[in-house]
């Protein structure tokens, strides 16, 4: 079995943690590969040579349908990682250094744990929806994915209005500081912060969340995941962006998008089989009687 390690630039807090995954990776037997960009500082910290097959770019090219892929940082990490796996849909498994983290779930104290289970292949793999944006990229054939949202914003001072069709029909006009389309995944992450809903990751569903709108009747939405988006973006003096999930492209006046569900998914693992509703009462704090 094969551990694909992916992780951002690290400093000396992490050194323990990273010495222990590496112990971990020996103790059970498995094969590596980590991220070219963290693996001078793995070397230093571990004193282990890492050699050049065993180091990967911005994709993690074919994979064994038996590897998993650990992520450790907070939830912006395992986002980037999952997007170098490209086609491969081998688990996902995030080891929290973070703070929050919803998809990081395994905390660092947990570290040797996580690695038993899966060398016991007892993880717990849940299937999460990915969104699919087209019309973004010159390139018409590119299709960019997000587990999170899609999220439109202004660029300047002047607030920009976005357009929102569903199935070709128009919804509503957004003028404000833009608006948030966001998967189950991603109603705890941006969309909460806007005043969006917490919608368990299961329900096949997408969530609009406008963004300070000036239109105070404005309100986020919850719709069918079969239902294709499309965005048009008006602005005045300034360009608008737009963010796929942690992915940020500029964006002209009158621009349009498409977002509809995609047909791949994204398998990710639960150390302890820890459900989305222990996440909630742990990491919101909601079985604290704060009175």
């Known amino acids: 079995m094969k551990i694909i390690l992916f992780s951002r630039p690290l400093t000396l807090a992490h050194k323990e943690q990273i010495v222990e995954i590496f112990s971990a990776i020996s103790h059970y037997g498995f094969d590596f590969a980590v991220n070219s960009e963290v693996c001078q500082q793995i070397e230093l910290f571990t004193g282990k040579a890492i050699r050049a097959e065993q180091i990967y770019g911005q994709s993690v090219g074919a994979t064994d349908d038996e590897a998993v892929m650990v992520c450790y940082g907070g939830d912006g990490t395992l986002l980037e990682g999952i997007h170098r796996l490209a086609e491969s849909n081998i688990p996902v498994v995030g080891i929290n250094s973070g703070r929050l983290g919803f998809l990081s779930l395994a905390q660092s104290s947990e570290i040797d744990d996580v690695f038993s289970q899966i060398a016991s292949r007892t993880l717990l793999i849940e299937q999460r929806t990915?969104?699919?944006?087209?019309?973004?990229?010159?390139?018409?054939?590119?299709t960019i994915y997000a587990l999170n949202e899609v999220a439109v914003q202004r660029l300047g001072a002047t607030m920009i209005a976005v357009d929102v069709a569903i199935d070709n029909m128009p919804m509503l006009t957004c003028n404000g500081d833009g608006i948030i389309i966001s998967t189950p995944?991603?109603?705890?992450?941006?969309?909460?912060?806007a005043g969006g809903p917490i919608v368990a990751p299961s329900c096949r569903c997408l969530i609009l969340t406008p963004l300070s709108p000036h239109n105070l009747t404005l309100r986020p939405v919850v719709i069918p995941d079969s239902s294709t988006i499309t965005l048009t973006i008006r602005t005045r003096s300034n360009d608008a962006s737009v963010s796929v999930d942690n992915r940020t492209f500029a964006v002209a006046d009158n621009k349009s998008i498409t977002i509809k569900l995609a047909q791949k998914s994204i398998s990710l693992a639960v150390p302890h089989n820890i459900s989305f509703y222990d996440s909630l009462r742990n990491k919101l704090m909601w079985g604290v009687d704060n009175r």
């Open 185 to 193: 995944t991603g109603s705890t992450a941006y969309s909460l912060s």
């Open 130 to 142: 990915l969104v699919e944006v087209s019309g973004l990229l010159e390139d018409c054939n590119t």
